[in-house]
């Protein structure tokens, strides 16, 4: 099998300002035909990065390459232009003066028939045919966002950089907006470099997520192992809220109320962190506080004392007070469940389904 080369690579990108270190060591690749989200809280550099790439900042260190062809690094630089990147940011800002025909084919040369045909190829896979005369103003927030999609794509990019593209949309109308713009993103075959702070959205856009934080890629992997297999108590709490058991490590194992939980090759006597995530934290519904069942699965129940539940839509958040050191554990529950407060039950710990972190 030959080795595939990345549409897309970086290496060892960093980038200062003001002595400040704000991208530090980032390396990755996306081949051709994928989406790589970069995936972090606000301030991390995802946008720095992307701009590095783009070519509109330069790197302090690091290379930048297309196809195995450097692009940026200590020597050289591509500008922007002959970058072949196309570029979707939230502020997309069409040129209001142009027709929607002709904002879509501003960055398009060649003969005039043979840019009408892209124009109205794209057009219709994102359904905004009937609108090819129309001028951006007439247009709703999702319209004009699927042609700026149009336009970002007219010049057949090797690469898409996309920040925050759906931001600026309501709710709904983002989730379609989303669905299409992979679908049509899919069909041309370009590779994705799409930045994001919200979880969903990179699960819900992603092959491979990058998760950054403070200038680093702390996990990079598709969203099913970053999400099951998360290097660290901050990984596990993008994702999702989080409950934190703490314990001490004897003979690589540490005793807590809920059992015993492997810790392996944790020293005798250092911190660990037992991180769950509230929907599974199993609720011993049918034994209603008569005591625990243990199961090797399960462990040992431990007691709690409801002191609320709400219904959320689809789940219910109950909130319990341990009998053992007064701690508060959230847990959810599929659909209605509303125990009153006051009601005391017993909870139980996936051992297949949490996570045991060293502490510092
Ligand atoms: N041109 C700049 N000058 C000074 N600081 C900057 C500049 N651009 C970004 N920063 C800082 O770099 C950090 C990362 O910014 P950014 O890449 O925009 O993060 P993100 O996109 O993840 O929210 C922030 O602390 C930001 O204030
Ligand atoms: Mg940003």
Redesign the pocket.
Known sequence: MPELTPRLEIRDLCRS??GVE?VRNVSLSVMPGQVTCLL?P????????LRMIAGVETQDRGSILMDGKVLADDRQFTPPEARRIGLMFQDFALFPHLSVAENVAFGLDGPKAQQRARVEELLARVEMSRHIDNYPHHLSGGEQQRVALARALAPRPRVMLMDEPFSGLDNRLRDEIRDQTLDVLKDEGTAVLL?T?EPDEAMRMADEIAL?RGGEILQQGAPYNIYNAPRDKFAVAFFSDINVIRGRVQGALTETPFGQFLAPGVPDGAEVEIVIRPQHIGIDFDREGRGPLPTPQQGTPARGVVQRARFMGNESLVEFRMDHDGSILRATVPNVFLPRPGKPLWLSIRRDRCFVFPVG
């Open positions: 300002f003001a704000v972090g606000s301030g991390c550099g995802k946008s720095t990065t930045v702070h950054m």
